[in-house]
Each structure stands twice: as C-alpha cells, then as structure tokens.
C-alpha cells in the first residue's frame, strides 16, 4: 500500500493548480475531477506529472491537459508497469470508451461539456471496475 504524505497528494495541491491553469476546457476539466472523485469516497486527489491525478492506495488516472479539443483521463495503474491482461480483458466497456494504449493504460476523451454529461453512466461504471486493479 502506497502511502500518500506530500503537499502534491492533496486536493488542495489540484485546486492551485487548476487557479493557475489558463485552459480552454477549464470547465470540463472541473467536472471531469468531480465526476472522477464520485465514484467511490476512497479516491482522493493529487498532483502528479504536473496533473490533476486521482488515487485510491496508488494513482490510477491523470486528466490529460495536452487534449487539443475537450478533455480527457488516462487510466493507468500508478508509476509501474504491471502485467494486468486478465484485468484488461475483464473491463466491461460496451460504450467502447477506453483507447488501450498498454496492458495497463488506457485514455478516454470527451469532446466537451455534452460528450461528458452524455457519457458519465458508462465512464463512472468503467472507474469502478478500473479501480480494483490498483
């Protein structure tokens, strides 16, 4: 079990962050973090790799700020590369949401506010099953 103890690891860490971030998908960005941190009570957030980052023992997601067009996360399973084909295999995604990059990371973008609200059942059902993997 990671344990969590810098000033990054909080969500004090995301609101600065996000206040000095001049983004054009502020907004999405805004509602992608609370609909991340809905999912379950034990996610909690951070900053990691200069991100809004969000974890349950270890980091699983990232919002990916470089988006060109509306927003998106990249699902990971923390800093390490771990053999989780089983757990691939058993994402159940039937809205076809994840990009499998890896094993163990995958991206998901919406194109904007819409896309987001639209898609928040499937995404949320995804997260839960993502976040027994790490």
Known sequence: MATHKSRADTAQAVDVLLSSLNHPANEEIQ???HLICEVSPSIQEGVKWNAPSFRVDEYFATINLRE???VGVVLHCGAKVR???AG???I???DKLLKWLTQDRATVRFSGADDLAARKPA???VLRQWIRFV
């Open 31 to 33: 509602a992608l973090r």
């Open 88 to 90: 691939h295999a058993s």
């Open 68 to 70: 060109k067009q509306g």
């Open 123 to 125: 995404f949320q059902a």
């Open 83 to 85: 053999d989780v084909a």
């Open 92 to 94: 159940d995604d039937p």
